[in-house]
């Protein structure tokens, strides 16, 4: 890969910060951090990471709009800067934000000979359940809200106009892990129950409403940040385009998710099933797990942490410690053909 900057939109939040601490890793830190910085204390996913500038997102899109070239020789994009709330209403505010914002990114890094990865979503591949194929149809995806709207049409729009022969997408599943504690009610379910278990000594469940499924044994496909990260680099490292799953490829319970939590702590599993509420019964889906026949046809062999590993270390070495990504605590891998030069 031709070496140059790098541009991470996004760069202050769950999966971007992950992305800039695993490129400071390999001893790159020519990297632009784009994001919109607010009342919360995601300005500390930053502290420790290694960046040669930072812009607000509105200001970056005046700057590419009026001189494309305003930021020297740009190698890679990483556009992951989304609302990414399932349950945001305001649907206008989602297509300027999400599909807008990512229309005129991907316009500016392919003009200007730039890689670009964007984050999808698995959220757009809507009430279908069990083993989720990147290679199906977009068009034969329903989105069931607002937020799986937004990006799906961003889907399609690079899709029709011939840009995914050019970018990659990549349907991220449920990631969790360090720096995602500003995200609110969008954190996962390891950060929630490690809150419920200091406050009460107890994690809350919904029930299930299938027969088939017994209470806590719905399904995700949960991946550890780390591993988003190293496939995310992996998929732009070997330049590749279209749309690509990033998951662990297993399908895992809240419950196998949860008890690690009480393990790492040294407590005893105490869980409790609460109702679920009406609105969310019709649309809940009980398995997802991502097919990474893509990912894994383009060469990614690289073992994914298991599920209860991923949660102890989340546990204990970051969220007692209240710690964020660092990448001093971290060897460094061997580096990518992306290393960027001094």
Not at 96 to 111: F, L, Q
Request: proline share 5%.
């Amino acid at each position: 890969m031709t070496a140059g900057r790098m541009v991470v939109t996004g760069g202050a939040g769950l999966i971007g910060s992950a992305i800039v601490w695993a490129l400071n890793r390999r001893g790159i830190d020519d990297i632009v951090v784009v994001d919109r910085l607010d009342a919360t204390e995601k300005w500390k996913n930053l502290v420790p990471l290694r960046f040669s500038d930072y812009l607000d997102a509105d200001r970056f899109a005046e700057c590419i709009e009026r001189t494309p070239s305003a930021f020297g020789k740009i190698s890679t994009v990483f556009h992951l800067g989304a609302c990414s709330s399932t349950v945001e209403c305001d649907a206008g505010f989602l297509m300027r934000n999400n599909y807008e914002y990512a229309k005129t990114i991907a316009s500016w890094g392919t003009a200007i000979g730039a890689h670009v990865v964007y984050a999808s979503s698995a959220a757009t591949y809507g009430a279908l359940e069990n083993e989720l194929s990147d290679r199906m149809p977009l068009e034969q995806l329903r989105p069931l809200n607002a937020y799986a709207f937004s990006k799906h049409c961003f889907d399609l729009h690079a899709a029709r106009g011939g840009l995914l022969g050019r970018i990659c997408g990549i349907k991220y599943f449920n990631v969790f892990g360090p720096n995602e504690g500003h995200k609110g009610e969008m954190r996962s379910m390891v950060h929630k129950a490690y809150e419920q278990i200091r406050r009460d000594g107890t994690v809350r469940l919904f029930k299930s409403y299938r027969p088939e499924y017994a209470d806590g044994e719905q399904c995700r496909d949960f991946l550890y940040v780390k591993d988003a990260a190293e496939m995310t680099l992996f998929l732009a490292d070997h330049r590749a385009t279209g749309i690509v799953n990033v998951g662990s490829g297993r399908a895992s319970t809240w419950l196998e998710l949860v008890t690690p939590v009480f393990q790492a702590l040294d407590l005893p599993v105490r869980i409790e099933f609460i109702p679920m509420p009406d609105d969310l019964r019709s649309k809940y889906q009980y398995c997802t797990r991502a097919s990474l026949e893509t990912l894994r046809s383009l060469g990614y062999d690289r073992p994914i942490t298991p599920l209860d590993d991923a949660v102890r270390d989340y546990v204990r070495n970051y969220l007692v410690p209240d710690k964020r990504l660092d990448p001093a605590d971290a060897p460094s891998p061997e580096p990518l053909a992306f290393r960027s030069t001094p």
